[in-house]
T-cell receptor, first 112, second 113 residues
Framework: ELKVEQNPLFLSMQEGKNYTIYCNYS?????LYWYRQDPGKSLESLFV???NGAVKQEGRLMASLDTKARLSTLHITAAVHDLSATYFC????????????WGLGTSLGVNP | KAGVTQTPRYLIKTRGQQVTLSCSPI?????VSWYQQTPGQGLQFLFE???????NKGNFPGRFSGRQFSNSRSEMNVSTLELGDSALYLC????????????FGPGTRLLVL
């Protein structure tokens, strides 16, 4: 079964600097998701990456997928306070039971 | 367009009781998935329904069950509650089973005493 690991689990960022969150997965996953969760709130979809080499960008966030390395990255450009949240990646299990397997999340805080 | 709604938002139960949670998907969405979120285990998939049929199931005991109605609304039931069932239960809807994007509801926070 698919396993998904995120790192780091905690990230204290300084405003204006760039950072990367890594999401490694263990076996074939035909798609990779990134979600954001604010404290006490539900999950907000950020990106869905479907194929090798896929890159998507929205504002200061850019996600990419390397299926050969089984790695997705979420890159943050010039961090701002509004980006403080927990970010989750999830892969879809291959085979008959196509459930989403989630990473533990990366808790981001942005300091002025 | 209204988002995914879940009721109730908060619930307190005691061990041994049972509970039913409800989820109304976005209009036109026919797939509903349920997740349990806890600080220790993170997000775990419970089950997914499409057209009133359970398509996929997570690794939870039989005390956890669900169903979907013809209007795509879904319920999940937990019988014989245990302390460890305390969690945020999230429902997500998508257009179909081979979804690209799932939209999550606000969740039901269950506390078992």
């Amino acid at each position: 079964e698919l396993k998904v690991e995120q790192n780091p689990l905690f990230l204290s960022m300084q405003e204006g600097k760039n950072y990367t969150i890594y999401c490694n997965y263990s076996t074939t996953s035909d798609r990779l998701y990134w979600y954001r969760q604010d404290p006490g709130k539900s999950l907000e979809s950020l990106f869905v990456l479907l194929s090798n080499g896929a890159v998507k960008q929205e504002g200061r966030l850019m996600a990419s997928l390397d299926t050969k390395a089984r790695l997705s990255t979420l890159h943050i450009t010039a961090a701002v306070h509004d980006l403080s949240a927990t970010y989750f990646c999830a892969g879809r299990n291959a085979g008959n039971n196509r459930k989403l397997i989630w990473g533990l999340g990366t808790s981001l805080g942005v300091n002025p | 367009k209204a988002g995914v709604t879940q009721t109730p938002r908060y619930l307190i139960k005691t061990r041994g009781q049972q509970v039913t949670l409800s989820c109304s998907p976005i209009s036109g969405h026919r797939s509903v998935s349920w997740y349990q979120q806890t600080p220790g285990q993170g997000l775990q998939f419970l089950f997914e329904y499409f057209s009133e049929t359970q398509r996929n199931k997570g690794n939870f005991p039989g005390r956890f069950s669900g169903r979907q109605f013809s209007n795509s609304r879904s319920e999940m039931n937990v019988s014989t509650l245990e302390l460890g069932d305390s969690a945020l239960y999230l429902c997500a809807s998508s257009l179909g089973p081979d979804w690209e994007t799932q939209y999550f509801g606000p969740g039901t926070r269950l506390l078992v005493l």
